[in-house]
């Protein structure tokens, strides 16, 4: 079950938000019963809960909490169920951060997303072979969401 909530006073998409999270667990092939829930917050709630969790002033662009151990099963493997975890993503952190990065916003939330959800799984980019590892597989999960989010956007011809 995907939970989504939108404090942050922007436009968020939730129904696309929540085709994303699920292609991306379905990637990871995270049990379809695992619960995650998705939050949408303003600037001065997203720094307080940095404050309050990482000891960083000033909001930041998206934060993991995970809930059970959930992990990414491995081939053979069952998919684990429970309590995946929330995300707390901040909008205005993130349009700030497409204007600099030359993408769009959607591009932005997606990347945030799925970085959010493998923070989830355990993920992480402290060291420098966690940080390929995470990237790397936080790209492809992009860009697959990407090709497959496009296909299903009708063209004029339609």
Known sequence: MIDIVN????????I???EQ???VLDRLRI?????L??????????????????????PTDVMSFPMDDLRV??????????????????????????AQAGHSERHELA???????????GYDHAEPAEE??????QNRLVAEWNAVAVADVPSDED
């Open 16 to 18: 696309s938000i929540a």
């Open 73 to 98: 099963p491995r081939d053979g493997e069952e998919a684990p169920e429970g309590l995946l975890g929330d995300i707390v993503i901040c909008p205005a952190v993130a349009q700030a951060q497409a």
């Open 37 to 58: 829930s998705i939050a949408f917050v303003d600037e001065p709630s997203m720094a307080d809960l940095h404050l309050t969790w990482m000891d960083e002033p000033g």
């Open 7 to 14: 404090e942050s006073g922007e436009m968020v998409d939730e």
């Open 21 to 23: 999270a699920r292609f």
């Open 111 to 121: 990347v945030l997303l799925t970085h959010g959800i493998l923070h989830l799984l």
């Open 31 to 35: 049990h379809r019963t695992a619960e």
């Open 132 to 137: 390929r590892l995470m990237f790397g597989l």
